[in-house]
Protein backbone atom coordinates (compact mmCIF):
# COMPACT_ATOMS: atom_id res chain seq x y z
CA UNK A 1 0.00 0.00 0.00
CA UNK A 2 1.51 3.38 -1.37
CA UNK A 3 -1.02 5.85 -0.48
CA UNK A 4 -2.23 7.98 2.14
CA UNK A 5 -5.81 7.97 2.46
CA UNK A 6 -7.72 10.90 3.46
CA UNK A 7 -11.86 10.84 4.68
CA UNK A 8 -13.96 12.48 3.73
CA UNK A 9 -12.82 13.61 0.94
CA UNK A 10 -15.74 16.68 0.75
CA UNK A 11 -16.85 18.37 4.30
CA UNK A 12 -19.50 21.50 5.18
CA UNK A 13 -19.81 22.42 8.20
CA UNK A 14 -21.10 25.29 10.25
CA UNK A 15 -18.92 27.72 11.99
CA UNK A 16 -20.46 26.16 15.53
CA UNK A 17 -19.86 22.50 14.27
CA UNK A 18 -16.96 20.01 16.22
CA UNK A 19 -16.09 18.09 13.71
CA UNK A 20 -12.50 15.72 12.78
CA UNK A 21 -10.60 14.80 9.32
CA UNK A 22 -8.27 11.71 8.78
CA UNK A 23 -5.91 10.76 7.34
CA UNK A 24 -4.08 6.76 7.30
CA UNK A 25 -1.43 5.61 5.75
CA UNK A 26 0.28 1.52 6.24
CA UNK A 27 3.55 2.71 4.56
CA UNK A 28 5.73 2.80 8.13
CA UNK A 29 6.15 6.12 7.84
CA UNK A 30 7.03 7.52 11.56
CA UNK A 31 6.60 11.14 10.21
CA UNK A 32 2.69 12.65 9.27
CA UNK A 33 2.05 16.25 8.62
CA UNK A 34 -1.62 18.53 7.98
CA UNK A 35 -0.97 21.37 5.78
CA UNK A 36 -3.88 24.15 4.45
CA UNK A 37 -4.09 25.22 0.59
CA UNK A 38 -5.99 27.60 -0.43
CA UNK A 39 -6.78 28.33 -3.95
CA UNK A 40 -4.65 29.15 -5.88
CA UNK A 41 -1.73 29.26 -3.18
CA UNK A 42 0.92 26.76 -2.58
CA UNK A 43 0.31 24.82 0.91
CA UNK A 44 1.28 25.89 3.83
CA UNK A 45 2.67 23.37 6.88
CA UNK A 46 0.23 23.73 9.63
CA UNK A 47 1.34 20.54 12.16
CA UNK A 48 3.54 18.13 12.02
CA UNK A 49 3.99 14.52 13.76
CA UNK A 50 7.31 12.38 14.30
CA UNK A 51 7.09 9.23 16.10
CA UNK A 52 3.56 9.53 16.89
CA UNK A 53 4.57 12.91 19.04
CA UNK A 54 3.67 16.82 17.83
CA UNK A 55 7.07 18.13 16.78
CA UNK A 56 5.85 21.20 14.84
CA UNK A 57 2.81 23.52 15.43
CA UNK A 58 3.14 26.52 13.01
CA UNK A 59 1.17 29.00 14.91
CA UNK A 60 -2.10 27.26 13.68
CA UNK A 61 -5.38 28.77 15.97
CA UNK A 62 -6.55 26.40 18.59
CA UNK A 63 -9.43 26.12 16.78
CA UNK A 64 -7.60 23.23 15.27
CA UNK A 65 -6.49 20.62 17.06
CA UNK A 66 -4.77 17.47 16.06
CA UNK A 67 -3.91 14.03 17.07
CA UNK A 68 -1.95 11.28 16.32
CA UNK A 69 -3.51 7.89 18.13
CA UNK A 70 -1.04 5.66 16.26
CA UNK A 71 1.43 5.57 13.76
CA UNK A 72 -0.51 4.88 10.59
CA UNK A 73 -3.21 7.13 11.71
CA UNK A 74 -3.33 10.88 12.06
CA UNK A 75 -6.81 13.24 12.84
CA UNK A 76 -7.36 16.70 12.28
CA UNK A 77 -10.40 17.97 15.11
CA UNK A 78 -12.28 21.03 14.00
CA UNK A 79 -13.97 23.31 16.32
CA UNK A 80 -15.61 26.92 16.31
CA UNK A 81 -13.94 26.90 12.46
CA UNK A 82 -14.22 30.38 10.74
CA UNK A 83 -15.89 31.04 6.68
CA UNK A 84 -11.78 31.90 5.72
CA UNK A 85 -10.66 28.49 7.22
CA UNK A 86 -12.14 27.13 3.73
CA UNK A 87 -9.29 25.47 2.47
CA UNK A 88 -7.63 22.35 1.03
CA UNK A 89 -6.91 20.16 4.06
CA UNK A 90 -4.18 17.60 2.98
CA UNK A 91 -1.90 15.08 4.56
CA UNK A 92 1.19 13.69 4.55
CA UNK A 93 3.82 11.32 5.71
CA UNK A 94 7.36 10.42 5.14
CA UNK A 95 9.98 8.14 6.36
CA UNK A 96 11.84 10.52 9.63
CA UNK A 97 14.84 11.91 8.26
CA UNK A 98 16.45 13.60 5.87
CA UNK A 99 16.31 13.25 2.00
CA UNK A 100 13.38 11.33 1.94
CA UNK A 101 10.55 12.41 -0.08
CA UNK A 102 6.67 12.97 1.41
CA UNK A 103 3.63 11.17 0.39
CA UNK A 104 0.44 13.25 0.17
CA UNK A 105 -3.49 12.51 0.32
CA UNK A 106 -5.62 13.75 -2.13
CA UNK A 107 -6.78 16.40 0.70
CA UNK A 108 -10.36 16.88 1.82
CA UNK A 109 -12.14 20.00 0.89
CA UNK A 110 -13.44 21.94 3.59
CA UNK A 111 -16.25 24.32 3.39
CA UNK A 112 -17.48 26.30 6.35
CA UNK A 113 -20.80 28.14 6.20
CA UNK B 1 12.59 28.52 6.00
CA UNK B 2 15.21 28.20 3.25
CA UNK B 3 13.53 29.65 -0.46
CA UNK B 4 13.41 28.81 -3.75
CA UNK B 5 12.35 30.98 -6.77
CA UNK B 6 10.45 30.02 -9.70
CA UNK B 7 8.98 31.49 -12.57
CA UNK B 8 5.23 32.05 -12.25
CA UNK B 9 4.42 30.30 -14.98
CA UNK B 10 6.11 28.69 -18.66
CA UNK B 11 4.35 26.78 -21.76
CA UNK B 12 5.50 23.68 -24.01
CA UNK B 13 4.24 22.06 -27.01
CA UNK B 14 3.55 18.07 -26.35
CA UNK B 15 6.09 16.01 -26.67
CA UNK B 16 8.91 19.08 -26.82
CA UNK B 17 11.14 18.62 -23.20
CA UNK B 18 10.52 20.81 -20.54
CA UNK B 19 13.36 22.66 -18.99
CA UNK B 20 11.92 24.22 -15.41
CA UNK B 21 14.52 26.29 -13.35
CA UNK B 22 14.68 26.93 -9.53
CA UNK B 23 16.93 29.08 -7.70
CA UNK B 24 17.98 28.32 -4.79
CA UNK B 25 21.09 30.96 -3.84
CA UNK B 26 20.78 29.96 0.25
CA UNK B 27 21.01 26.36 -0.05
CA UNK B 28 23.51 24.84 2.42
CA UNK B 29 25.20 22.22 1.85
CA UNK B 30 22.70 19.09 3.55
CA UNK B 31 19.53 21.25 2.10
CA UNK B 32 18.32 18.49 -0.48
CA UNK B 33 16.39 19.91 -3.47
CA UNK B 34 12.93 18.77 -3.88
CA UNK B 35 10.44 18.54 -6.65
CA UNK B 36 6.65 18.35 -6.71
CA UNK B 37 3.92 18.70 -9.23
CA UNK B 38 -0.01 19.32 -7.94
CA UNK B 39 -2.51 18.48 -10.82
CA UNK B 40 -5.64 20.24 -10.30
CA UNK B 41 -7.85 18.82 -7.65
CA UNK B 42 -5.15 16.78 -6.31
CA UNK B 43 -2.85 16.55 -3.65
CA UNK B 44 1.10 17.49 -4.23
CA UNK B 45 2.74 14.45 -6.05
CA UNK B 46 6.38 13.60 -5.65
CA UNK B 47 8.71 14.00 -9.01
CA UNK B 48 11.84 13.84 -7.69
CA UNK B 49 14.71 14.53 -5.29
CA UNK B 50 18.10 15.32 -5.06
CA UNK B 51 21.18 16.45 -3.00
CA UNK B 52 24.29 17.35 -5.26
CA UNK B 53 24.28 14.79 -8.12
CA UNK B 54 21.70 14.93 -11.34
CA UNK B 55 19.13 12.46 -10.84
CA UNK B 56 16.77 10.34 -12.43
CA UNK B 57 13.67 8.35 -12.83
CA UNK B 58 10.89 7.21 -14.51
CA UNK B 59 9.22 10.64 -14.38
CA UNK B 60 11.66 13.22 -14.53
CA UNK B 61 15.75 14.34 -14.56
CA UNK B 62 16.99 16.64 -12.12
CA UNK B 63 19.55 18.36 -13.09
CA UNK B 64 21.43 20.33 -10.13
CA UNK B 65 24.10 23.08 -10.68
CA UNK B 66 28.13 22.26 -9.67
CA UNK B 67 27.43 24.86 -7.39
CA UNK B 68 24.01 23.91 -6.01
CA UNK B 69 22.74 27.34 -5.91
CA UNK B 70 20.26 26.34 -9.25
CA UNK B 71 18.47 23.25 -10.79
CA UNK B 72 16.85 22.16 -13.65
CA UNK B 73 13.67 19.90 -13.58
CA UNK B 74 13.90 18.38 -17.03
CA UNK B 75 10.40 16.12 -18.11
CA UNK B 76 12.44 14.42 -21.63
CA UNK B 77 8.90 14.52 -23.48
CA UNK B 78 5.69 17.05 -22.29
CA UNK B 79 2.40 15.25 -22.33
CA UNK B 80 -1.11 17.15 -21.52
CA UNK B 81 -1.35 15.19 -18.13
CA UNK B 82 1.96 16.80 -17.02
CA UNK B 83 0.44 20.27 -16.96
CA UNK B 84 0.45 20.68 -13.57
CA UNK B 85 1.98 23.44 -10.46
CA UNK B 86 6.00 22.22 -10.04
CA UNK B 87 7.31 22.92 -6.92
CA UNK B 88 11.10 23.49 -6.16
CA UNK B 89 11.38 22.79 -1.94
CA UNK B 90 14.55 23.23 -0.32
CA UNK B 91 14.53 20.07 2.72
CA UNK B 92 16.46 21.31 5.53
CA UNK B 93 17.75 19.18 8.23
CA UNK B 94 14.79 18.70 10.10
CA UNK B 95 13.57 17.18 7.24
CA UNK B 96 10.25 19.19 6.59
CA UNK B 97 8.91 20.88 3.48
CA UNK B 98 7.92 24.32 3.18
CA UNK B 99 6.23 25.21 -0.44
CA UNK B 100 7.11 27.87 -2.47
CA UNK B 101 4.95 29.60 -4.98
CA UNK B 102 5.74 27.12 -7.82
CA UNK B 103 5.65 27.00 -11.85
CA UNK B 104 2.71 26.41 -13.90
CA UNK B 105 3.37 24.49 -16.70
CA UNK B 106 0.93 24.25 -19.70
CA UNK B 107 1.53 22.20 -22.22
CA UNK B 108 -0.04 22.90 -25.54
CA UNK B 109 -0.96 20.20 -27.96
Known amino acids: DTEVTQTPKHLVMGMTNKKSLKCEQHMGHRAMYWYKQKAKKPPELMFVYSYEKLSINESVPSRFSPECPNSSLLNLHLHALQPEDSALYLC????????????FGSGTRLTVV | DAKTTQPNSMESNEEEPVHLPCNHS???????IHWYRQLPSQGPEYVIHGLTSNVNNRMASLAIAEDRKSSTLILHRATLRDAAVYYC??????????FGTGTRLTVIP
Open chain 2, 89 to 98: ILQTGANNLF
Open chain 2, 26 to 32: TISGTDY
Open chain 1, 92 to 103: ASSSRGVGYGYT
